[in-house]
């Protein structure tokens, strides 16, 4: 998937307006990008430089990436997302026009195989849209597809906080740099498209990864007990509820199955139990 995004990087059209170059962080102490960034070197108009980050933390594998990033802007893009030609073009303009601190743009759904109907029915692999210029929440923020000023992480102690290492960096990320007043616009021309493989097409994924966005809320704001209380009612009522959603469809029982365990991951931190340190 690696080579895929890099061969796209290439085919990047910047209308002449900027240069680029790339930072590969690996999170893999055993380098196993190694091979496929060393093909490209040489090969490519740009710089392509790799780095290892052998501790497991997408924190920090963010921060290294912040750390070697040589330009005024930034660019984050996984290396299970493909962009299209004129990603970061539109990105580029969409800040310059708007004024904004950085723009973030859709991730869409590539399926190699057929997902099963429940996913497809209830879009869990989909991500909410908006219309181009639209000036974001911290809640509708992440970093799978963004470019954003360099000089705005400038006294931060960390860009990316390593008590979220497992995921709820990149909101807790935004949600401070809004706090500071920076402003993020929406691009939707910007696309991007990430593979999602039978292993992300499972109940068990959507539903453990609904537990650790609940811990890292609660990492994030903490909880207060009227919170908790309104989250152990949530449970209640979905509990009682999910017998009827059943005869409904998988789908409608998957959607309150993965706000059932929103609710548990925070109350589950809050008392001290960490049942998923990873997605």
């Known amino acids: 998937m690696l ?3 890099l061969e796209k990087l290439v085919e990047q059209d910047t209308n002449g307006l900027f240069s680029f170059s790339v930072v590969v962080v690996d999170n893999d102490r055993a380098e196993s990008a190694r091979e496929v960034v060393e093909a490209f070197v040489g090969t490519v108009q740009f710089g392509l430089c790799y780095f ?6 997408f924190a920090l594998a963010r921060n290294r ?24 073009l539109h990105l580029f ?11 973030l743009g859709p991730v869409k759904p590539y399926f190699p195989q057929t997902p099963p109907d429940w996913l497809v029915k ?17 809640r509708q923020s992440r970093t799978g597809n963004v470019l954003f000023k360099k ?11 390593t008590k979220f290492g497992t995921g709820g960096e990149d909101v807790d990320f935004f949600q401070r740099m809004m706090r500071k007043g920076h402003v993020f616009v929406w691009c939707n021309e910007a696309e991007v498209f990430e593979e999602v493989p039978p292993e992300r097409c ?12 609940g811990r890292n809320t609660f990492e994030r704001e903490g909880i207060r007990l009227g919170s908790a209380g309104r ?27 993965i706000k059932f365990s929103d609710h548990a991951g925070k109350i589950l931190a809050l008392v001290g139990i960490n049942l998923i340190k990873e997605r």
């Not at 290892?52 to 933390?57: G, K, L």
């Not at 996984?78 to 004129?86: L, P």
């Not at 869990?124 to 974001?136: D, N, S, V």
């Not at 499972?202 to 966005?213: D, F, I, Q, V």
């Open 3 to 5: 080579r895929r995004l």
């Open 52 to 57: 290892v980050e052998p501790r497991q933390s």
């Open 65 to 88: 990436a912040v750390e070697q990033a040589a330009g005024d802007f930034v660019a984050f893009i996984d290396d299970d997302e493909c962009a299209s030609r004129q990603w970061l």
């Open 93 to 103: 303009n969409t800040c310059i026009a708007y004024n904004a601190a950085g723009a």
């Open 122 to 138: 209830g879009k869990f692999a989909e991500r909410a849209a908006y219309r181009t210029g639209h000036i974001l929440d911290w």
């Open 151 to 161: 000089d705005i992480v400038e006294g931060e102690e960390e860009s990316f906080r």
């Open 202 to 213: 499972t109940r068990m994924y959507h539903l453990r990864r609904a537990l650790l966005r």
């Open 231 to 257: 989250s152990v009612l949530a449970m209640s009522v979905y509990g009682l509820a999910f017998p009827f959603l059943a005869v409904m469809g998988q789908y409608r029982l998957m959607k309150y199955a």
